[in-house]
């Protein structure tokens, strides 16, 4: 499998080493270099394909949040900082995880398993895909209900719910994002922004980093937008 290349940007030396030591324990991470400094990894990220950023968030001079809405292509990130205020701060900007330290190898192994889901499902191509089912079954109203995968225009997630959109009715069902996510086909749905998944085939059109169905506009937020926009491109 390909692995995830990362980079660590943290000031703090102690940092640094154990943020290196748990990537060395994960198959399917590689670090591709470790900054001191947002400056320094501003250069790295121009330079070097990166897939996944451990961010310090309060660093001198530029800081971490800085950092993030100084980047455009930007790559998935986690932030790991010892300061749980910014934790809210730093989900308005859709990072993965935040990381509070000191945390262990288990916490820093959930955050990362995060990651390689995100990743490896938006990096898929439909050749790589099985055939799909053309169904999945819901819960709502009392009883398993049927929907033709075909019929979805987009998901909506809630705090412990989801909406389907279809193009004869709404369903709602207790179910999570990446429950959903997975019973999908990988090659026509695709996952815009943390609250949303779209059918590739039901969009109208494209503007301003959003998706347009019908009358909705969806965003597409900055973790997910290379890989979409990559697969526009394909289309053209």
């Not at 009392?142 to 019929?151: A, Q, R």
């Not at 959109?165 to 996510?181: A, G, V």
């Amino acid at each position: 499998m390909n692995r995830i290349n990362c980079l660590i940007v943290d000031d703090e030396p102690a940092s640094l080493e154990v943020l290196e030591s748990y990537i060395g324990k994960v198959y399917f991470l590689r670090l591709v270099k470790k900054c001191h400094t947002a400056i320094e990894a501003m250069q790295i990220l121009e330079e070097e394909h990166i897939d996944l950023l451990f961010l310090d968030i309060h660093m001198p001079e530029v800081n971490g949040i800085q950092l993030l809405k100084s980047i455009t292509a930007r790559p998935a990130v986690i932030f790991t900082t010892g300061y749980k205020e910014y934790a809210l701060e730093g989900y308005d900007y859709d990072v993965l995880d935040f990381l509070l330290k000191p945390f262990d190898f288990e916490r820093f192994l959930k955050a990362v398993n995060k990651a390689n889901n995100l990743i490896s499902k938006t990096s898929k191509q439909p050749q790589d895909q099985h055939k799909p089912m053309q169904y999945i079954f819901i819960k709502a109203d009392y009883k398993l209900l049927k929907i033709n995968v075909d019929d979805i225009l987009f998901v909506e997630g809630l705090k412990d719910y989801i909406k389907i959109y279809t193009r004869q009715k709404l369903f709602l069902t207790l179910m999570s994002m990446t429950t959903i996510e997975e019973k999908l086909p990988a090659g026509e749905f695709f996952r815009v922004h943390r609250s949303y998944i779209i059918s590739l085939s039901k969009i109208d059109s494209v503007s301003r980093h959003r998706v347009i169905i019908g009358e909705k506009f969806i965003p597409i937020s900055l973790p997910y937008r290379d890989r979409f926009y990559g697969i526009i491109d394909r289309a053209m």
